[in-house]
């Protein structure tokens, strides 16, 4: 009875043994790198846009290693196998090139399917590994897109404006845009017909140089540029020194110093006059494009624009472009610089602003040297802007009618005398005002422009 029970005691004490060292071992196996887990990763996403000319690549990865990469393409018919490997040194990361196959493939189908198969050198699952499946859907685009210069107006001039209409076709257009020498990127609104659209262009009076190209972009990534051939015209601007009499300093500019006080209240009279006329400046015109920069998407089938004369019996007293440059005391002493962006018109005090053309109020508020400010927008990326007003009778999103009062002149802001400062602007740009005041350049330049457009698309 004693020695039965002795060997069941020591039974039992072997089975604890087996059950802490099976328990051990297979804690060890299940916690170490050679039984792990945890699948491959591959990055891809479900879908994507491909031009097979150009391969592209898949990342791969494991925590432990990758032992095999198989990947698969198949047009729905057939499945050809693209890749396959084994590696003898098993990578933690790997990048699959993928390529379109040479040979043995029909290339007429625009939807194929990627299939990447991953296993890592885990010897989990009977030693086989872990094992990772993606597949991917892949839209076939090996077409660029398709672009046509129709019609552009005859020429630019250095701080003007100009027109231009083409046609972009594309199966999967994605951007769009007008690129150019300096930087700016303009544009386009569909215009009349599919796949034709306008644009207003901007010679910026600070560039010396113009040149503009269309730029088309599918979702694949294909691209095709045309160049816009404008005929170039180079303009001279006016420079003119002009005396700061203390009255000024001491009067406007200090008012207007008022405005930021924590930026203005250490410096002298002459800086102050330097920071309104230069950084305050900069400040106010960059409000003025940032309102300005928006253009609709809207298709539009004309531009029915008509010259622009804001008084009645307004005389020009200062033009667009002129280089202005201060001095204190003698003409040697030059303290500060600017451009003025505008022309001044004046008349009577307190005389009407009107609107010439319709469009809708983007911004009625006071805006720094340019006083109580109004600006209106026409359509096609063209805004005007009415600086130095007594009264707004416009707010923000009031529409305007063609041959409204939307304001009244003043010398609210860097004015002397009650006049209006009337800026045009192209897509955030400063333009020429006198284009926009001219019939003849408007007939020819705009007007004109679509209607033979619409003829050519016509026909
Ligand atoms: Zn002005």
């Known amino acids: 009875m004693s020695q039965k029970k002795g060997i069941s005691a020591l039974g039992f004490l072997i089975l ?53 990469v198989v990947a698969y393409l198949s047009n729905g018919k057939e499945r050809v196998k693209i890749a396959d490997l084994t590696f003898k040194k098993p990578p933690k990361s790997y990048t699959l090139k993928i390529k379109y196959p040479k040979i043995g493939f029909a290339t007429n189908s625009d939807q194929l399917q990627l299939t990447v198969v991953a296993r890592d050198i885990s010897k989990w699952h009977f030693f086989k590994g872990n094992n990772a499946v993606k597949k991917m859907r892949l839209r076939v685009d090996n077409q660029k897109p398709d672009l046509f210069s129709l019609i552009t107006s005859y020429g630019i001039t250095r701080g003007g404006s100009a027109l231009a209409i ?29 796949g034709y659209y306008i644009v207003l262009l901007a010679w910026p009076i600070d560039q010396k140089r113009f040149s503009a190209k269309v730029v088309a972009v599918d979702e694949t990534g294909n691209r095709t540029k045309a160049r816009l051939s404008l005929f170039l015209k180079s303009r001279s601007y006016r420079t003119s020194y002009l005396q700061a009499k203390d009255c000024f300093i001491n009067g406007k500019i200090a008012d207007l110093a008022e405005d930021e006080p924590e930026k203005t209240k250490d410096l002298s009279p002459v800086e102050k006059l330097k920071f309104i006329n230069e950084t305050y400046r900069i400040q106010n015109d960059a409000l003025i494009k940032k309102v300005t920069s928006r253009v609709d998407h809207n298709r539009v089938d004309a531009f029915p624009i008509r010259p622009f004369y804001p008084l009645k019996n307004g005389k020009v007293v200062a033009s667009f472009g002129d280089h202005r440059y201060y001095w204190y005391q003698n003409k040697e002493n030059v303290i500060s610089e600017s451009y003025h962006l505008g022309i001044d018109l004046a008349s009577v005090r307190q005389d009407n602003i009107y609107s010439s053309n319709p469009g809708i109020t983007v911004f009625a508020n006071y805006n720094g040297i340019y006083g109580n400010n109004i600006i209106i927008y026409h359509g096609l990326g063209l805004y005007t802007v009415y600086g130095h007003c007594s009264t707004l009778l416009k707010k923000r999103g009031d529409l305007v009618k063609a041959g409204e009062v939307i304001a009244k002149t003043g010398a609210t802001g860097l004015a002397l005398g009650d006049h209006l400062h009337f800026s045009t602007m192209v897509h955030g740009i400063f333009v020429r005002p006198a284009e926009w005041m001219d019939s003849k350049w408007i ?17």
């Open 16 to 68: 604890i043994i087996l059950a802490a060292a099976t328990g051990y071992f297979g804690y060890r196996t299940l916690n170490s790198p050679t039984f792990e887990t945890n699948k491959p990763i591959i990055s891809m996403p479900l879908e994507r846009y491909w031009n097979t000319h150009h391969p592209f690549d898949v990342n791969l990865s494991d925590d432990t290693g990758l032992k095999e």
């Open 166 to 194: 083409f046609k972009a076709t594309d199966q999967n257009l994605k951007e769009l845009y007008v690129e150019t020498n300096f930087g700016k990127r303009f544009e386009p609104t569909p215009f009349y017909k599919e």
């Open 443 to 459: 007939q020819a330049n705009i007007t004109d422009v679509i209607e033979n457009a619409k003829k050519l698309i016509d026909k």
